[in-house]
């Protein structure tokens, strides 16, 4: 297990009761905890700054599988960077509507642009790229 280090903070009253407001109402245990975590979010935010930073993410696409041939063109699409693509899940979320999620593993900046062109073919309705870093250096 890692050392374990303690330092203190100065701030404005204020501003840490804001902090330990938002901070309960995301069920952190503690502020330590909380700091933790916005430490590594902005580790992380800097790795991804570096486009050949190793990086996982997941592509949530939310499509109607009737449109045109918009299930065979990102089928395809898949296929054509199977490299980068590590699973897909697909969901029939009702008779029309189909949830699909890319997990995508490669440089920052190769997944981010297969990401959204999945998210922009025409016929999607609703995406979102979450990535993080794949660099234990970081986290
Ligand atoms: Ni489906």
Do not use: W
């Not at 449109?67 to 699409?77: I, N, P, Q």
């Amino acid at each position: 297990m890692p050392e374990v280090v303690r330092f203190s903070v100065s701030t404005e009253e204020r501003l840490l009761r804001r902090f330990d407001a938002l901070i309960d109402a995301q069920g952190y245990a503690n502020r330590s905890e909380a700091i933790r975590d916005l430490i590594r979010g902005a580790l992380v935010e800097d790795a991804l700054a570096d486009e050949d930073s190793d990086a996982v993410g997941t592509v949530t696409l939310v499509y109607d599988h009737h449109f045109s041939d918009l299930s065979d063109k990102l089928t395809e699409h898949q296929h054509t960077h199977h490299e980068s693509i590590v699973s897909t899940l697909h969901i029939h979320l009702d008779h029309h509507h189909c949830l699909e999620v890319i997990v995508l593993r490669g440089r920052i900046g190769e997944i981010k642009r297969l990401a959204d062109s999945l998210i922009g073919t025409k016929g999607v309705k609703h995406g979102r790229f979450v990535a993080t870093t794949a660099s234990d250096a970081v986290i």
